[in-house]
Structures are given as C-alpha cells and as structure tokens.
Antibody, heavy 117, light 108 residues
Framework: QVQLQESGPGLVKPSQTLSLTCTVS??????????WSWIRQHPGKGLEWIGY???????SYNPSLKSRVTISVDTSKNQLSLRLSSVTAADTAVYYC?????????WGQGTLVTVSS | DIQMTQSPSSLSASVGDRVTITCQAS??????LNWYQQKPGKAPKVLIY???NLERGVPSRFSGSGSGTDFTFTISSLQPEDIATYYC??????????FGQGTRLEIK
C-alpha cells in the first residue's frame, strides 16, 4: 500500500520560504518507476499543479510559480521536498504531494499552510 | 495556457439519476484529460484517465468520453457516496498542467 505523508510548518510569515517534506512508504522513489508531484489547493478553491520531480533530480515547474519553486528528492530517505520562496497570503493553501506525472494515483492527505504575520 | 471550462459549477441530482459533467478545453488537447473526485477534507482521487479509461478499482458507473476540446464525465446511476466535487485535468501542454474549476455534486 503506497502512502504519502506531508509534513512541515503550518504557519509561515510573509516574504519567508515555505518548506515541506513528503515521506513516501510502500514505493521507492529511487526505483524510477514514477514521477512525484506537488499540487496545492487554495481554501475553498480548485487545484493547482506546482511541479514534479524524477528520482534523478529532473524537475519541471508550473510557469506561474517557477521563479519561486524548488522541488528536490532524497532517495536515501524516500522523501521529496518543496520550497516556495517569498510567500504571500496568496500562497495560503493545502499542499499535497502525489505520485505521478500525467495523472496522480496516490496522494498524501494534504497539509494546510497559512501565510500570515 | 490551456483553459479548462467545466460545467455546471454545481449540480443537484437524485439517487439513481444519470449525471453528466462537461469540460471544454480552450484548444485541442487530444485525449489528454483526466477526471478526479474530491470528497470534503480528502485528497482528490483519479477516476478516469486519458479521457475514457477507468482507473483500476473505480466502479463502472463512472465513465468518460470525448476528444479534442469537448469532454464528458458521466455517472450512470448516482449513489449517495458519489457526493463530491469533480475536476477535469488536462496534460496536453506540459509542463503546464491545468484543472477545471470543479463541479460540486449534491444529492437532491
């Protein structure tokens, strides 16, 4: 059973960097079988793809966030990470990690990150 | 960016009804479209991929069709557990992946 679990601060101050980690169990990121993604959902709103990473470190980002986003992977810990810099209130959202590139078949439960001073 | 226009934005139907949701792309996306179900407080779940393929384990009352710019998602006989918000998602224009705005489905 593949499981993903997001973790990180639930509150980030404006202009700071949001950092989240996703720990994967039941599958190995390093096996190279899948891409791994971050997706967010603003409160009461729709879904927004942030970006994805392959075990090799190859990444692709949503052009609207590209200048502020970094996704990385640690295959030894079976984790992927998200960093979003210079956050504003508009970055307040539930952040999900998910397995996949073109469609996402396993998701974490999501973690709410609020940007506020 | 490819825009995905989903309709209706909300829908109320009775148990046993046939329910249809449409998604229109702003340009041809071939069949590069998925459908997701999201229940309150939960992560989305993929139901249909590549426009018409049923994800493993998903009940057969769910189906999808379409190609190009116009797509349809159908629940053949609505069940109480189908109450959720449904999203379409295109992946024709990588790396730009976009979602429809969602359809909230309620029981009448």
């Amino acid at each position: 059973q593949v499981q993903l679990q997001e973790s990180g601060p639930g509150l980030v101050k404006p202009s700071q960097t949001l950092s989240l980690t996703c720990t994967v169990s039941g599958d190995s990121i390093g096996s190279g079988g899948y891409y791994w993604s971050w997706i967010r959902q603003h409160p009461g709103k729709g879904l927004e793809w942030i970006g994805y990473i392959y075990y090799s470190g190859s990444t692709s980002y949503n052009p609207s966030l590209k200048s502020r986003v970094t996704i990385s992977v640690d295959t030894s810990k079976n984790q992927l990470s998200l960093r979003l810099s210079s956050v504003t209130a508009a970055d307040t959202a539930v952040y999900y990690c998910a397995r996949g590139l073109l469609r996402w078949d396993y998701w974490g439960q999501g973690t709410l990150v609020t940007v506020s001073s | 960016d490819i825009q995905m226009t989903q309709s209706p934005s909300s829908l109320s139907a009775s148990v046993g009804d046939r329910v249809t949701i449409t998604c229109q792309a702003s340009q041809d996306i071939n069949n590069y479209l998925n459908w997701y179900q999201q229940k309150p407080g939960k992560a989305p779940k993929v139901l249909i991929y590549d426009a018409s393929n049923l994800e493993r384990g998903v009940p057969s009352r769910f189906s999808g069709s379409g190609s190009g710019t116009d797509f349809t998602f159908t629940i053949s006989s609505l069940q109480p557990e189908d109450i959720a918000t449904y999203y379409c998602q295109q992946y024709d224009n990588l790396p730009s992946v976009t979602f429809g705005q969602g359809t909230r489905l309620e029981i009448k």
